[in-house]
């Protein structure tokens, strides 16, 4: 199953435990298939190594090769238009879309209002753990 992950689930996931820690060890384990663009995989890299700033001794590199060896990378058209309010978030969805993906994990408030669009479904990742990966 093909999933995009929205930057602060994938960052939040690298950093502390809980629902997006799971997912990334779904990930790692094979129950699932990581897909991002270079602009989600660049977003990944800027936000991670800034927050990797405040907290000493952390190396993002390890993490970091591993998304660019096993996640699929895309590379998505324009969208035809304004996806999300915020158009910075566009970019989960035109990967989604490229993809065939059916699941964005966010909790993202612009993403979330947007759930359906082009057949994607957006979803906490609580709500992924329990409504789809547990499946």
């Known amino acids: ?7 602060n689930v994938f960052v939040s996931g690298v950093f502390f435990s809980g629902p997006p820690h799971k997912i ?8 699932l298939q990581l897909v991002i663009s270079p602009e989600i995989l660049d977003e ?5 190594k800034a927050l990797a700033g ?6 993002l590199m390890p993490i970091f090769e591993l998304v660019t060896v096993n996640a ?8 035809p238009g304004p996806i999300c309010d915020d158009p910075d978030d566009d970019k989960f969805f035109t990967c989604a879309v490229s993809a065939s993906s059916k699941f964005i994990i ?7 209002r947007k759930s359906g669009y082009g057949g994607i479904q957006v979803l906490k990742p609580r709500d992924f753990l329990e409504s789809v990966l547990s499946c």
């Open 1 to 7: 199953m093909k999933v995009v992950i929205d930057t």
């Open 24 to 31: 990334l060890e779904a990930w790692r384990d094979g129950r």
């Open 44 to 48: 990944y890299y800027r936000v991670g």
């Open 54 to 59: 405040r907290f000493a001794g952390v190396d």
């Open 72 to 79: 699929e990378m895309v590379s998505p058209a324009d969208p």
């Open 106 to 112: 966010s909790g993202d408030k612009h993403l979330l």
